[in-house]
């Protein structure tokens, strides 16, 4: 075994570290910190140093400026900080030395004060920013609230199969350009093939609040019967699958989606949004709007909210579509509203219960990005409902 597998093995070892391992002062906490903050800093100074290859050109408009400078430096002390802490406290230094390693390195290649050395012979370029980014939003806000609210109180953090989830959402955030242009080009050429100025200025006149209220319901509608298709035709439901494999739900296993999925499901429900004139503020909201949302009612959360559960979808109503149980088949497609599975007779929401479980029944999908890329391909496949 050579020494970079050895270490990624003991640092393996020490994220899923049994609880009594874990406890306050142990150094667990905040050798956990410090690796993601110093690998998180060492991924914004690389976006930095080759923004033409590493950096979207949304996020690569504020390079400059000095807030900026200010988030990166501040994610560098962190992970700094908080790695060499976890030196202190624990016995095991492997998360702290890989902290430490990342914040130094990204010190060397020049830090918050780093600016971009290597050319850009291409518009083609990886989220690496972008990924890093959601993965610090993301993580820091449903990580606590999974933390004070779990549904599974046992469930740790670095639950199986996270490190599958993660490069799903690796991914899907570095081919962020490949995604957009295939997900809008549909929704372009549709709109290029049927010119109707006039309506869509109506739209686009509207209200912001009355067009993001529209976008949810359009969009919802759409994915609602995207999504019932998805479990009712079977060579769909094998890329379906994959997302339904996971076992455990938390804040990353709704980015567990097969990529030909992505584009299908991104690409249709873009349609009504972009075709019949909405702004493009109300649109971005909305975008921003369902991607936490997305990441909500995939959460570790036991919340009960009486009766916005009959107006919104929540944890425990996608927690139902994702369940083992025979009852749990084919109900609650609705991403937004359960007003349409009560209006198209898939609503299941027993009173005071949750899933026992998660997963496709049988379990066939393999683990593991690639197997399960090729899942749907393979001509000889176990059950899968």
Same mark, same amino acid.
């Given at each position: 075994?050579?020494?970079?597998?050895?270490?990624?093995?003991?640092?393996?070892?020490?994220?899923?570290?049994?609880?009594?391992?874990?406890?306050?002062g142990s150094g667990w906490?905040?050798?956990?910190?410090?690796?993601?903050?110093?690998?998180?800093?060492?991924?914004?100074?690389?976006?930095?140093?080759?923004?033409?290859?590493?950096?979207?050109?949304?996020?690569?408009?504020?390079?400059?400026?000095?807030?900026?400078?200010?988030?990166?430096?501040?994610?560098?002390?962190?992970?700094?900080?908080?790695?060499?802490?976890?030196?202190?406290?624990?016995?095991?230094?492997?998360?702290?030395?890989?902290?430490?390693?990342?914040?130094?390195?990204?010190?060397?290649?020049?830090?918050?004060?780093?600016?971009?050395?290597?050319?850009?012979?291409?518009?083609?370029?990886?989220?690496?920013?972008? =990924? !890093?980014?959601?993965?610090?939003? %993301?993580? +820091?806000?449903?990580?606590? #609230?999974? $933390?004070? &609210?779990? @549904?599974? *109180?046992?469930?740790?953090?670095?639950?199986?199969?996270?490190?599958?989830?993660?490069?799903?959402?690796?991914?899907s955030s570095l081919l962020?350009?490949?995604?957009?242009?295939?997900?809008?080009?549909?929704?372009?050429?549709?709109?290029?093939?049927?010119?109707?100025?006039?309506?869509?200025?109506?739209?686009?006149?509207?209200?912001?609040?009355?067009? =993001? !209220?529209?976008?949810?319901?359009? %969009?919802? +509608?759409?994915?609602?019967? #995207?999504? $019932?298709? &998805?479990? @009712?035709? *079977?060579?769909?439901?094998?890329?379906?699958?994959?997302?339904?494999?996971?076992?455990?739900?938390?804040?990353?296993?709704?980015?567990?989606?097969?990529?030909?999925?992505?584009?299908?499901?991104?690409?249709?429900?873009?349609?009504?949004?972009?075709?019949?004139?909405?702004?493009?503020?109300?649109?971005?909201?909305?975008?921003?709007?369902?991607?936490?949302?997305?990441?909500?009612?995939?959460?570790?959360?036991?919340?009960?909210?009486?009766?916005?559960?009959?107006?919104?979808?929540? *944890?425990?109503?996608?927690?139902?579509?994702?369940?083992?149980?025979?009852?749990a088949v084919d109900v609650?497609?609705?991403?937004?509203?359960?007003?349409?599975?009560?209006?198209?007779?898939?609503?299941?929401?027993?009173?005071?219960?949750?899933?026992?479980?998660?997963?496709?029944?049988?379990?066939?999908?393999?683990?593991?990005?690639?197997?399960?890329?090729?899942?749907?391909?393979?001509?000889?496949?176990?059950?899968?409902?």
């Amino acid at each position: 075994m050579n020494p970079l597998e050895e270490t990624r093995n003991r640092l393996r070892k020490e994220l899923e570290a049994p609880p009594a391992l874990r406890r306050l002062g142990s150094g667990w906490i905040s050798g956990v910190l410090g690796v993601v903050l110093g690998l998180a800093g060492l991924s914004l100074v690389l976006s930095l140093r080759a923004p033409g290859q590493l950096s979207t050109p949304e996020l690569r408009e504020f390079h400059g400026h000095p807030w900026t400078r200010l988030v990166v430096m501040a994610v560098l002390l962190a992970g700094f900080g908080f790695s060499a802490l976890s030196l202190v406290l624990r016995r095991g230094k492997v998360l702290g030395t890989v902290g430490v390693t990342a914040a130094l390195l990204a010190s060397l290649l020049g830090g918050s004060r780093s600016s971009a050395l290597i050319p850009d012979p291409t518009p083609l370029f990886l989220g690496l920013d972008f =990924f !890093v980014l959601n993965l610090l939003f %993301t993580g +820091f806000l449903f990580v606590p #609230l999974e $933390r004070l &609210f779990p @549904r599974r *109180p046992d469930q740790p953090l670095f639950r199986d199969e996270w490190r599958e989830d993660l490069f799903y959402y690796l991914v899907s955030s570095l081919l962020v350009q490949v995604l957009g242009f295939l997900t809008f080009l549909p929704a372009k050429t549709l709109l290029a093939a049927t010119p109707a100025p006039g309506f869509r200025a109506w739209v686009a006149g509207l209200p912001f609040a009355v067009q =993001f !209220v529209v976008i949810m319901f359009l %969009t919802d +509608f759409v994915q609602y019967w #995207l999504h $019932r298709t &998805f479990h @009712r035709v *079977p060579w769909l439901w094998r890329f379906h699958a994959v997302h339904h494999s996971a076992r455990s739900m938390d804040w990353m296993a709704g980015a567990r989606m097969h990529f030909l999925e992505i584009l299908v499901l991104r690409g249709t429900t873009v349609l009504p949004m972009y075709v019949l004139g909405f702004t493009e503020s109300a649109m971005n909201a909305y975008i921003l709007t369902v991607y936490l949302y997305s990441t909500l009612i995939h959460a570790n959360l036991r919340w009960r909210l009486g009766a916005v559960e009959w107006l919104l979808v929540t *944890p425990r109503f996608h927690h139902w579509h994702h369940g083992i149980e025979d009852e749990a088949v084919d109900v609650n497609f609705a991403i937004h509203f359960p007003l349409l599975d009560r209006l198209f007779g898939t609503h299941h929401m027993p009173e005071g219960k949750w899933p026992s479980g998660y997963g496709v029944q049988g379990h066939p999908v393999p683990k593991g990005y690639l197997p399960q890329f090729s899942y749907p391909f393979r001509k000889e496949r176990d059950g899968g409902t």
